[in-house]
């Protein structure tokens, strides 16, 4: 308790839920078309640092397995030498989205969550994050697509047999990005992973420890998943609080017929270390 204060007497939020709304269907049966306006959603948990510890690899997705290699595998194809391999698992959300075509969230707000706030991942068409609020969260603000199934090394390209599976057609637009990545300080305002024909437009991205806006996976040239994708007329600001190796806008992968554009990134922290 803090000075002067009756724990018989005080409100306490204790967060028990480490997901508050799940949208789920199946590959072939699509939850579809919902829209979630204004809705508040706050105090989502995330357990398994306390329980499994926590080793990231890059915006919040963890280490399953991971090897060091020495000395450096030098790969073909003109990709970098290879000092490690890991694969890797993916952090809880608030809000998840699976399995789903044209999905909505408008002027909705996502505060005080432990760790992302809202997650549209596997089986995805369409669908909106539109004037919404992500704020105080301790891992990403936003996360879409693909990161890799767990059992695929990060650094190689992924190529899904079913190509549903892929995050496809996602607008993110017009929202508000601050303070987050506040526990995972390799976190991001919006993490992208194996995404195709996504639209990340018009937002303001601030108060984040490592990048603004992260598209794409697997360090290498190969062909891959993503596609024709587009990042326009976003404000990156106040960013790499903590963590450097970063970007206002930050890119991996083979992308082609992407589209970076229009944006403003201004005020980069200087961590004493850099």
Known sequence: PHKGEDLRKATVEAPALETLLKVDGTPDNL???????GVTFSHATWMRPSINGHAPLQAGMYMIEAYKMRP???????????????????PAAAVSVN??????????????NASTGIDFHNYTKGGSIDRCVIKDCGGNGIV????GPEGHEAHLPYNPTDERIICTGLNITNNLITDVTNEDWGCIGIAAGFVRDINISYNEISEVSYTGISMGWG??????????????????HH??????????????GAQPLSYIEENVIDNIYTPSYA
């Not at 939850?31 to 306006?37: M, R, T, Y």
């Not at 399995?99 to 005080?112: D, L, P, Q, R």
């Not at 879409?144 to 990161?147: I, L, Q, W």
């Not at 960013?239 to 991996?252: E, P, R």
Request: positive net charge; glycine residues 8%; contains cysteine.
């Open 72 to 90: 450096k595998h030098i790969r073909p194809n003109g990709d970098h030498k290879l000092d490690n391999q890991g694969w890797v698992g993916r």
């Open 144 to 147: 879409a697509g693909s990161f």
């Open 219 to 236: 360090w290498n040239r190969q062909p891959c998943a993503m596609a024709n994708n587009k990042i326009r007329g976003n404000f990156i």
């Open 31 to 37: 939850a579809s078309n919902i829209l979630i306006k």
């Open 99 to 112: 399995c789903a075509e044209n999905i909505n969230f408008s002027e909705c707000t996502f505060i005080h």
């Open 239 to 252: 960013y790499a609080k903590h963590m450097y190796d970063t970007a206002g806008i930050y890119t991996l």
